[in-house]
């Protein structure tokens, strides 16, 4: 059962627009979600969080936003530029379970100049 | 920022053999570690959490006697493949968090681990 999922698999986006991704998770006791980017034979590089007690986190050219309810959050990546072509990765943890993250399937970006 | 170091990047052995892979904490000290396993396409997949000088904790479907773990000191702890077979070739990741209990982990570069 995947408790997290990124239902899009791809997204492609012309430079300097908007890119949206992307994120549904079934557990409600998750408490802290994280967007990863990763290139490829590469170790995924943080690049922004936020708490559940949040609804949105803003950090440059990323905003990330939470709606609980929903059980979804998107990142939200403005102006995209070429080099954020890579694969994008949510994940989620849960204090009580030790703050072991589970990752979402991924979604490959690219970003055409 | 914290960064993890992951030894070696890459490493093809043959069938029955085992396989160590390294990772360290250069400028932080991790008392808990966790390795992750990517196959092609996929997602990164939880294997273990280790744990400074105690046992590992293993995901479901995880055999502990095929990927032992150690976490000798805070800045160190390796997953050795056991009896290596084709089926373990994938891309092994470990990661470990550089501040406090909910900040960010931080990852290795991976080790791509091919089984012949």
């Known amino acids: 059962d995947q408790q997290v999922k990124q239902n899009s698999p791809s997204l492609s986006v012309q430079e300097g627009r908007i890119s949206i991704l992307n994120c549904d998770y079934t557990?409600?006791?998750?408490?802290?979600f994280l967007w990863y980017k990763k290139y490829p034979a590469e170790g995924p590089t943080f690049l922004i969080s936020?708490?559940?007690?949040?609804d949105k986190n803003e950090d440059g050219r990323f905003t990330v936003f939470l709606n609980k309810s929903a059980k979804h959050l998107s990142l939200h990546i403005v102006p995209s530029q070429p080099g954020d072509s890579a694969v994008y990765f949510c994940?989620?943890?849960?204090?009580?379970?030790?703050?072991?993250?589970?990752f979402g399937g991924g979604t490959r970006v690219l970003v055409k100049p | 920022g914290a960064v993890v170091s992951q030894h070696p990047s890459w490493v093809i052995c043959k069938s029955g053999t085992s396989v160590k892979i390294e990772c360290r904490s250069l400028?932080?000290?991790?008392?808990?570690m966790f390795w992750y396993r990517q196959f092609p396409k996929q997602s990164l997949m939880l294997m273990a959490t280790?744990?400074?000088?105690?046992?590992?904790?293993?995901e479901q479907g995880v055999e502990k006697d095929k990927f032992l773990i150690n976490h000798a000191s805070l800045t160190l702890s390796t997953l050795t493949v056991t009896s290596a077979h084709p089926e373990d070739s994938s891309f092994y990741i470990c990661?470990?968090?550089?501040?406090?209990?909910?900040?960010?982990?931080?990852f290795g570069n991976g080790t791509r681990l091919t089984v012949t």
């Open positions: 557990n409600s006791m998750f408490d802290y």
């Open positions: 936020i708490s559940s007690i949040k």
């Open positions: 400028d932080f000290q991790a008392t808990t």
């Open positions: 994940a989620a943890s849960e204090e009580a379970a030790g703050n072991k993250l589970t």
């Open positions: 990661s470990a968090r550089g501040g406090g209990f909910n900040s960010p982990l931080h």
């Open positions: 280790s744990n400074e000088g105690s046992k590992a904790t293993y």
